[in-house]
């Protein structure tokens, strides 16, 4: 197994993991990178969500005081010369039209995979995500961690540069299922509006078991960057029949508060 160069990055992002989730599930692999902290998101849906995190508005806890934890205080990514400039530090200053561009300005190679369609690079709302990396991998069906991973490997695995690599993973979304889970993907319990059909407790069963999932299927991954940059965290949450809501787009407390974990050059 290559470990990565140490000022290389890994930026992945659990597509509506809700922060209870995460924070019930077993997912040792990702819980070993840091502390786990409630953040609030910087939008109520995927595009919205990367479209900030890509210019360093990443989902911060703005109750604590403390750099890259809270990125009012001090951003992991911060792009020169905008927005202000924090109370400490940035880890990260980054030119260009976000981070992307600044870190391949910086001499490092980039590399994407978005499991969602709004990564679809095929659609114009797509170029705007994807259109900045050296390349780019979008799979075609949310439920692809495995496919996704195998692009990686082929991608960065032998590299000796550094890396700035992104994964926007599916499985946590709607209708919560990766490959080989025992339920039917065409029932989906969390639909808009309210149906009869929905269920807060489905949802829960069925996206607690996809985080597990994913984490065992991260195992790798998360090692080969264990001496670099790892952030994970989510784009938003689900509503579950809290207040009559169901799914994102909204701009609800359950869509805004996602985990955020991180580990910095190895610390």
């Not at 197994?1 to 040792?28: E, G, Q």
């Not at 998101?41 to 750099?67: D, L, M, W």
């Not at 207040?243 to 701009?251: A, K, T, Y």
């Amino acid at each position: 197994m290559n470990r990565m160069h140490p000022d290389s990055v890994l930026l992945v992002t659990l597509d509506s993991c809700r922060y209870d989730t995460f924070l019930a599930a077993k997912s040792p692999h990702m819980k070993s990178i840091g502390a786990l902290h409630r953040a609030m998101a910087p939008s109520n849906f995927t595009f919205g969500s990367h479209a900030a995190i890509f210019v360093g508005f990443t989902p911060g806890a703005p109750e604590v005081q403390a750099p890259f934890v809270n990125p009012k205080f001090a951003k992991i990514f911060k792009m020169a010369p905008g927005g202000l400039p924090g109370m400490r530090e940035p880890f990260f200053v980054l030119g260009g039209r976000n981070i992307i561009e600044g870190f391949k300005g910086n001499g490092y190679r980039t590399f994407g995979s978005g499991a969602v369609a709004w990564f679809d690079p095929s659609l114009p709302t797509g170029t705007v995500l994807t259109e900045s990396f050296d390349e780019f991998f979008y799979p075609g069906n949310p439920h692809s961690l495995d496919a996704q991973l195998a692009w990686i490997d082929g991608r960065i695995g032998a590299m000796q540069e550094p890396v700035f690599l992104f994964l926007n993973v599916g499985e946590t979304h709607v209708p919560y299922y990766h490959k080989g889970a025992e339920w039917n993907p065409d029932y989906n319990p969390c639909q808009p509006f309210g149906p009869a059909e929905n269920s807060a407790d489905e949802c829960r069963r069925r996206q607690l078991a996809c985080v597990e999932y994913v984490d065992f299927q991260l195992a790798v991954l998360l090692k080969m960057f264990e001496n670099s940059t790892t952030v994970i965290c989510a784009d938003h949450g689900d509503c579950w029949g809290e207040d009559g809501l169901w799914e994102h787009g909204i701009s609800h407390q359950k869509v805004l508060e996602v985990p955020l974990l991180m580990r910095l050059r190895g610390r």
